[in-house]
């Protein structure tokens, strides 16, 4: 089951997003193809150690990029554990423009970074 809004896939048993307030569907609409101005999504996570490492691997090509829940990853205390105690949905999403995400999945993949965190 999906999220028609913001696309966050849920187990079996699961009927509505707690998040967006909507009913899930079984599927999602392929997805289009995004023009060079609009964002996309590049990796989601609540990693916040790989998170910087992403956004100075970014920097350093020139390649723009915003990020939404950072502040929310800040305000958890972080704990000894693969993801330091943040939980998934403390997570932050980091976006960069349409004409540039194979750019920046190719610079993710040459660093050996895991584009899911």
Known sequence: MFCPKCGD???PGFHHCPDCDVDLVDSLPPAEEPGPSESVELIRTANMPFL???KSLLASESIPYSVSGEEAMRLVTVLPSAH???PTSFGA????PGDRHAEALELL?????D???
């Open 9 to 11: 896939e849920f187990r």
């Open 84 to 86: 330091f105690g943040t």
């Open 93 to 96: 999403r980091l976006y960069v």
């Open 115 to 117: 584009a899911d965190g």
């Open 109 to 113: 993949e040459a660093a050996k970074l």
């Open 52 to 54: 910087e490492v992403v």
